[in-house]
């Protein structure tokens, strides 16, 4: 097996360059989570859910700004695993993702540490499950990360803070879901709607006269939510981790991966109040409700469950618009988010995203670009890094749609570190879709009806879009966004809609430098795992050539030590 000269200067930056790979003087925080199966009855009735440590959701991750957090993942399911974690930007750090085009999936019995540093961030994600539909089985929970004790918050210190997870849910468990997708059909609607586990009754204490935040993110699998509360306003303060223009709303939409953090006073005479989540764009509601529990409460809930826009688009695309930064609060450092002029940056290119829903051989497909996604048996940022060929081709995806038929291939799209990019997603479906990019916060510049033109430019907000990591584009409609690309790594570009993912709608973004220094991208983690193409043959070479010292862990799996 011969090794060129590209793979021996990987090699040595690999072994190289071992120091540093974290920032020693940051704090660490360390979680140890066993991954299992257990009864859950969200719905009422018993389904075998993913558990974390016991518990569904899985525990919150509570962090501050540049932490470093290292979580061990013991695998005990009976299939392959692995997390991803919706907003942390693994900057530098891709290998640490958890998707299939970046890092190995854990065996059964296996485990494998996560080493994240949620560098020069802010904001309110969440985690959930990559592969193989597990997240319609649970696996997901709560990420958050304060801002440093000396930069300004531009809102008081809430009396408390409360991870809200919202999403639909099915009573079919994760396997005869990932059957019928398999078989080639589409799911029906589902179930349900869940707050943080639970398909009705989940409760929320205040303290009348005092100010909580919710930190609500939509971690179903397909439909965008409603979210309000009887007789309460939301004060929304931060998107994906940007503060926002502090507008006050009735309610909310949260489409399929979206987080948002509003303030909410109880200032209301003291009883229990409706928390109530429905379906959007849904010719049936789904609806479900919370609880709002004051402490001196005079009684349970009562009074009508407050309405709310059900299958109205503007509703939905005005309140999208009236979201902005606030340009004066500080993000994660101590400057304003208005010193960076996003809006005054030249874009060096356009890339044009357009959906589309097909038959290929007979089963239901979903693609970007009329490519439809199918995994390698290698993960393509491994295959990159150790220069192995034949796992996928850079262009393999357009950047403009083709107007083709649906066809299969392993989608990567090649871009340029440090480019300042324009995408535009094209939804010419007549379904409400949503789009989130691993590695990143993206300005949302514009969105409308209809087609998009250069002439949109003309409407795009180039002064406080809000940055955040996960957008919607509404029926028959456009939406724009900017990148700045300063984040090196094989970045997964994906539906949020989670049947849509599965079957296809998905692709890698290969943010790419020739440079191998520390300063643009960190070496494979030591404690990578290895699988496909990425083998014991390979290493075993480099071992002889490299002199690495390669330990076999028979009871582990192969894990590379060097
Ligand atoms: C995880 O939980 C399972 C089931 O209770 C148990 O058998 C296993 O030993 C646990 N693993 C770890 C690493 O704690
Ligand atoms: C899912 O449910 C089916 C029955 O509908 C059952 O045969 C299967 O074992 C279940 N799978 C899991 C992982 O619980
Ligand atoms: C698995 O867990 C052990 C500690 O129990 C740890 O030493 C080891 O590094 C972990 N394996 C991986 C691949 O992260
Ligand atoms: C914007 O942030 C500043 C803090 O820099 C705060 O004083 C102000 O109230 C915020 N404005 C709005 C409209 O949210
Ligand atoms: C952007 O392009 C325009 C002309 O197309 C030019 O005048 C301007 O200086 C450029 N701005 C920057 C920041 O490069």
Not at 12 to 33: G, K, M, Q, T
Not at 73 to 91: H, K, T
Not at 403 to 423: C, H, K, L, N, P
């Amino acid at each position: 097996m011969p090794l060129n000269l590209a793979v021996a200067a990987s090699i040595c930056s690999l072994f190289c360059s071992l120091f540093a790979i974290v920032s020693a003087e940051d704090p660490y925080r360390f979680f140890n989570w066993n991954v299992t199966y257990g009864d859950i009855y969200p719905l009422g009735v018993r389904q075998r859910g993913i558990l974390i440590n016991w518990q569904f959701p899985g525990p919150d991750i509570h962090s501050v700004t540049n932490d470093n957090l290292i979580i061990n993942v013991f695998n005990s399911l009976d299939e392959p695993f692995l997390l991803s974690w919706n907003g942390i930007q693994n900057r530098r750090n891709s290998f640490e993702d958890g998707v299939y085009g970046t890092t190995c999936p854990i065996p059964p019995g296996k485990n494998f540490t996560y080493i994240l540093q949620v560098k020069d961030q802010i904001g309110s994600f969440y985690y959930f499950p990559s592969l193989a539909f597990h997240k319609a089985a649970g696996g997901f929970g709560g990420i958050r990360i304060l801002s440093r004790p000396r930069i300004p918050v531009p809102f008081p210190d809430p009396a408390g803070d409360y991870t809200v997870l919202i999403g639909d849910w099915y009573k079919s468990n994760h396997t005869d879901l990932r059957a019928h997708l398999d078989k080639g059909k589409k799911l029906p609607l589902p179930d349900g709607i869940l707050i943080n586990g639970r398909g009705s009754g989940a409760a929320f204490n205040v303290e009348q006269g005092k100010t909580y935040r919710l930190r609500i993110s939509n971690v179903g699998l397909q439909n965008s939510l409603n979210f309000r509360i009887q007789n309460h306003k939301m004060k929304l303060v931060e998107v994906e981790g940007t503060h926002t223009l502090q507008t006050t709303y009735s309610s909310l939409d949260v489409h399929v991966g979206q987080s948002y953090s509003v303030l909410v006073t109880a200032d209301q005479p003291a009883r229990d109040y409706y928390i109530v989540v429905s379906s959007r764009f849904t010719s049936t509601v789904l609806t479900t409700t919370g609880i709002l529990h004051y402490s001196n409460s005079a009684g349970p809930v009562s009074g009508p469950i407050p309405g709310g826009p059900t299958v109205q688009i503007d509703w939905s695309l005005n309140q999208a618009r009236s979201i902005r930064s606030n340009l004066t609060a500080s993000g994660p450092r101590p400057n304003p988010q208005g010193s960076y002029h996003y809006g005054l940056i030249n874009t060096t290119k356009t890339i044009r995203l357009s959906s589309s829903a097909g038959q290929v051989n007979g089963k239901q497909r979903y693609a970007i670009n009329s490519v439809s996604f199918i995994p390698a048996d290698t993960p393509l940022k491994l295959a990159d890094y150790f220069k192995i060929g034949g796992v996928f081709r850079i262009g393999s995806i357009s950047d403009n749609p083709t107007g083709g038929g649906i066809y299969q291939d392993t989608a990567v799209m090649g871009a340029d570190y440090r480019a300042f990019i324009e995408i535009v997603f094209q939804n010419d479906e007549d379904i409400i879709q949503s789009y989130h990019l691993n590695g990143y916060q993206f300005w949302v510049v514009g969105m409308d009806g209809g087609q998009w033109t250069s002439a949109s430019r003309n409407q795009y907000n180039l002064r406080d879009a809000v940055a955040r990591v996960t957008v919607q584009v509404y029926p028959k409609s456009w939406s724009a966004i900017y990148i700045a690309l300063d984040n090196v790594g094989m970045w997964n570009l994906r539906s949020e809609s989670w049947a849509r993912q599965y079957l296809g709608q998905q692709f890698y973004l290969r943010v790419y430098t020739a440079s191998t220094s520390l300063r643009d991208e960190y070496p494979i983690p030591k404690n990578a795992r290895l699988c496909g193409k990425f083998n014991v043959a390979l290493l075993i070479y480099a071992r002889s050539v490299y002199k690495w010292n390669l330990k076999l862990t028979p009871a582990r799996g192969l894990i590379l030590f060097y």
